[in-house]
């Protein structure tokens, strides 16, 4: 299973949230590039990026994004405000190895398929941000009413090869899985699915894998040290 580190930046800095809530921020790294750097040097294959501002609205972080690519020897993926094709594009141009879209491909599903024919599917992941099986969007301030097991299998149906569950509800809270959404979410998905929010240690690490999920997204678990990187890579 790919253990992939998450580096979320919000006003120029790596931090993470409790919750998704942008007033409650832990500061990591005042540079996200030494977060970036610091986890391929523990032998990260591949990061999640997160533009928090983007996501919320409240600005924007493409000049450190930029500054990370053109130092990261890894791929990397990145997300958060990707809600148009010229986005996307622009992402991908300076070096993403693919961009990952939630509130476009809940509320534009033409525009994902756009995106998908124009990219390709190898570069676009879709990620159904949920408070357990409710899909969330716009940051994760707004419900839908949406389960995600549902938008889950339309979207595999629409082409979609990678498929990024979080469950919000746990997320930057080192609460642990809720291993009954997690099984529910990886009997919808055929593909390859990718799974965060409350990973806590590696227990939760081994308890995805053996459920055949196939990457697992953590933020503060090992950014505070309780999961060992190393060990997954």
């Known amino acids: 299973m790919l253990v992939i580190p998450a ?22 790294f005042e540079d996200p590039l030494e977060a970036a750097l610091h986890w391929q040097s523990q032998g990260a294959q591949f990061l999640h990026l997160v533009d928090l501002d983007a996501a919320t609205g409240r600005g924007e972080n493409r000049a450190v994004l930029r500054r990370i690519a053109k130092h990261l020897s890894i791929p990397f993926e990145v997300g958060g405000g990707v809600r148009s094709l010229e986005a996307a594009r622009e992402l991908l141009a300076l070096g993403a190895a ?22 390709g599917p190898e570069r676009v992941a879709v990620s159904l941000d949920a408070k357990g099986l409710e899909v969330v969007v716009a940051g994760w301030a707004e419900g839908t009413a949406q389960d995600v097991r ?7 149906r629409m082409g979609v090869h990678t ?5 919000v509800r746990r997320d930057g809270t080192l609460a642990g899985l809720d291993w009954e959404v997690i099984g529910r979410v990886r009997e919808a998905w055929p593909a390859y699915l990718i799974a965060g929010g ?3 240690s590696d227990a939760d690490l081994e308890g995805l894998h053996k459920l055949g999920v196939e990457g697992a ?7 505070e040290g309780r999961i060992d ?5």
């Open 7 to 28: 580096v979320d930046i919000q006003g120029g800095r790596a931090v993470r949230l409790l919750g998704g809530d942008p007033e409650r921020e832990t500061v990591y």
């Open 98 to 119: 693919r961009v990952v879209v939630g509130t476009l491909a809940v509320k534009a599903p033409a525009l994902l398929e756009a995106m998908l024919a124009e990219l």
């Open 163 to 167: 498929l990024i569950y979080t469950d």
């Open 198 to 200: 409350g990973i806590a």
């Open 150 to 156: 549902d938008l889950a299998k339309t979207m595999h």
């Open 229 to 233: 990187l190393r060990r997954w890579v």
């Open 217 to 223: 997204i953590t933020g503060k678990a090992v950014y």
